[in-house]
């Protein structure tokens, strides 16, 4: 098979570099506009092919898979020319700048019958595989909540906000690991260097039974912080991705809630039992979702990131963007 990936700007190196050893891919070639990148990646990779059209590349028939690692606002356009020429379709995330236009590249997908996957890079990852496997065999019993914070000092983005560029990796992961739609969205952001983008954005995502969760994603912040908690009523997980081996630990504590009869007086007990950390699985996420899409596209399998999963994310985001512009409203999904 020969994949081209188009935008070799930060991020696309890093699918070259996977996707070249992934056994089934036969050739890569490197796609940028920008000539310089082109020849940046040659040195770096001298086995890859570059181009610099992508026209030129939509109308080569020995090319069956493209990748797009271009800015969000160019993915809907450059994914659509991809499908609509019948090549198969991995797109970074988020998927696209607006639902409408993620659902529109799903039909496509689906009428050309080709594969698309969205790169939520984070599920592949061993320590989220580990989380789901431990939520899907009901050792955190009932959530509660799913909390997440995702800070530094970032890369500002010149075309998408805070919450376009940090977000989707923790709403693709509370989507995964809860598995359930949401019902509303409520955020709140502010701009501190005067292009109206968000820097800063803390959104709240509500579900039926009380289930609800909090992101904070920041550019500003003095240190990184990558930390997730999810509590259940049974116990709860603590996911540090800056941890270099113990990233996840799963404790026994939660809280037991007892009326008593004949008072109005609520009684909560607390339970605080072991904690341990699981082994997890440390292959490079990126390597695994690149494997996992050729292995969709062979045995007619349709990928754990699919474009629902993708459109899944863009629909937050974009009820989120909302809600700021309008001070925190609650927005229905
Ligand atoms: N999965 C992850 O963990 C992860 C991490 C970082 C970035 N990303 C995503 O990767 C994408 C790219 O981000 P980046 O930071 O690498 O951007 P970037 O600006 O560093 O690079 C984009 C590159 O695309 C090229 N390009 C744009 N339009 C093109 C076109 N029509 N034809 C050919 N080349 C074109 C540009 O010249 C540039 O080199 C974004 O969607 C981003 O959200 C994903």
Not at 23 to 42: A, N, S, T, Y
Not at 44 to 62: A, G, Q, V
Not at 261 to 286: C, F, N, S
């Amino acid at each position: 098979m020969k994949i081209a990936i188009v935008g070799l700007g930060y991020w696309g190196p890093n699918l070259v570099r996977n996707f070249l050893s992934v056994p089934q891919i036969k050739k890569v070639i490197g796609c940028d506009k920008d000539v310089q990148r082109l020849e940046k990646m040659k040195s770096r990779f001298p086995e890859i092919e570059t181009e610099s059209d992508y026209d030129n590349l939509l109308s080569r028939s020995d090319v069956e898979i493209v990748a797009i690692a271009t800015s969000v606002s160019s993915h809907y356009s450059l994914a659509k020319k991809a499908l609509e020429a019948g090549k198969h379709c991995f797109i970074e995330k988020p998927m696209t700048a607006t639902p409408q236009e993620a659902e529109e590249l799903i039909q496509i997908a689906k009428r050309k019958n080709r594969k698309l996957m969205v790169d939520h890079t984070f599920i592949y990852t061993g320590a989220v595989r580990k989380m789901k496997e431990i939520i899907d065999a009901g050792r955190l019993g009932d959530l509660y909540y799913f909390d997440s914070v995702r800070v530094n000092l970032g890369l500002f983005q010149h075309d998408v906000n805070v919450i376009w560029d940090l977000a989707p990796h923790d709403i693709s992961i509370m989507n995964y690991l809860i598995g359930k739609k949401p019902i509303s969205v409520s955020a709140v952001g502010s701009c501190h260097i005067g292009n109206g983008l968000e820097d800063i954005a803390y959104l709240t995502v509500h579900f039926e039974n009380n289930l609800i969760a909090h992101f904070h994603v920041n550019w500003i912040a003095p240190v990184k912080v990558r930390q997730m908690l999810i509590g259940g009523n049974k116990s709860m997980i603590v996911f540090d991705d800056m941890e270099n081996s113990e990233k996840i630990k799963v404790y026994d504590k939660g809280i037991e809630v007892k009326t008593r009869e004949g008072l109005y007086e609520t009684l909560v007990q607390y339970r605080t039992g072991d904690m341990y950390a699981p082994k997890i699985d440390q292959t490079e996420a990126l390597s695994v979702a690149a494997n996992h899409f050729v292995d969709c596209i062979l045995h007619d399998k349709t990928p754990m990131t699919d474009g629902v999963s993708g459109l899944n994310v863009v629909q937050i985001l974009e009820a989120s963007e909302r809600s700021i512009k309008q001070d925190g409203k609650l927005i229905l999904i």
